[in-house]
C-alpha cells in the first residue's frame, strides 16, 4: 500500500495523516474486493523493516492499528469477513497484540473472506520462522514443498495470484516471497491514498487477460485450462 507518505508531503501533511487517508483506501479495498467475490485478500500494512522510520511514524501507524481494528470489527463481522495476521508480534505493544487476538477469534467462523493483515511482516522472517519449526517438528523427513506450505505464517490460505503494488514501486520488498512464487504483478502508478475502485479494477482486468503458466509451455497451459 505505497504512497501514503508522498500523498501526505504533496500536500504539507504529516506523512501520519497520509496514512490516516491510507486507511480510507483501505476500506474502499477491502469492500471492493468482497463485492468481486475474491476469497482472500492480503495487506501489507507494516514490513519488519518499517521499524527503522522514525519513532513518531511508528508509535503513529501502531496507534492507527489498534484504532482501524476498534472501528471496522462491526463491519467485518456484518460481511462476514474473517481477519488474519502474520507478522512477527512480539514487538508489537501489547494493546494492540490483545486486540488482534480478540478480532481474529471474534471472526473466525466468517467464510465470505479471509482478509489478512501482514503486520511486522517479512518473506525472509516467514520462510526462516518456518525452516526452524520444520526443523523442530518433522526433522526425520524429506522436505517437501507443499509440507513447507504449512509451516509459513500463511499455512492453510492459498497461493498469491495477484500481487498488487501501488505509488509507481517495482518491487517485492520482502512480501510474500515463497508464497509469491507464480503470482501475477501489477504495478499501479497511483498513490495508495488515490486507490479507488477503478484502479482496482484496472488491476483485476489485467489479471484476467494474463495466460499462467506455472513453468508449462503456452500450448499446454491452454490444454489444461481449457
Ligand atoms: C507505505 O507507504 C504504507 C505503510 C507503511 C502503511 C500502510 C498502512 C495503512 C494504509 C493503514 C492500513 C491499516 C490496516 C489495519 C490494514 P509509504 O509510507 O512508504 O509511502 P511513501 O512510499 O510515499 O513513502
Known amino acids: 500500500m505505497d504512497g501514503n507518505g508522498r500523498w501526505a508531503e504533496a500536500r504539507r501533511l504529516s506523512r501520519s495523516e497520509g496514512h490516516r487517508m491510507g486507511l480510507r483506501a483501505t476500506r474502499r479495498t477491502v469492500e471492493f474486493f468482497a463485492r468481486s467475490g475474491v476469497r482472500v485478500l492480503t495487506l501489507f500494512a507494516f514490513s519488519s523493516e518499517n521499524w527503522q522510520r522514525p519513532r513518531a511514524e511508528v508509535n503513529a501507524l501502531l496507534d492507527l492499528f489498534v484504532t482501524a481494528i476498534e472501528d471496522e470489527l462491526p463491519e467485518l463481522l456484518e460481511k462476514g469477513i474473517r481477519l488474519r495476521f502474520i507478522g512477527l508480534r512480539d514487538p508489537l505493544p501489547e494493546e494492540l497484540q490483545r486486540r488482534m487476538a480478540v478480532a481474529e477469534a471474534e471472526t473466525a467462523v466468517n467464510d465470505t473472506m479471509t482478509l489478512v493483515v501482514a503486520l511486522g511482516y517479512g518473506g525472509r522472517w516467514d520462510i526462516l520462522q518456518a525452516a526452524v519449526r520444520w526443523v523442530r517438528e518433522s526433522a526425520s523427513a524429506e522436505p517437501e514443498p507443499d509440507a513447507f506450505d504449512g509451516f509459513l505464517s500463511t499455512s492453510g490460505l492459498p497461493e498469491v495470484d495477484l500481487l498488487i503494488r501501488t505509488g509507481g514501486e517495482q518491487r517485492i520488498s520482502n512480501f510474500l516471497l515463497w508464497q509469491a512464487a507464480y503470482a501475477e504483478f501489477c504495478f ?39
Open 188 to 226: 499501479l502508478d497511483v498513490l495508495w491514498p488515490d486507490v479507488g475502485d477503478r484502479e482496482l479494477q484496472d488491476a483485476l482486468n489485467c489479471y484476467m487477460h494474463r495466460q499462467r503458466r506455472f513453468g508449462r509451455t503456452a500450448s499446454q497451459a491452454e490444454a489444461r485450462n481449457a
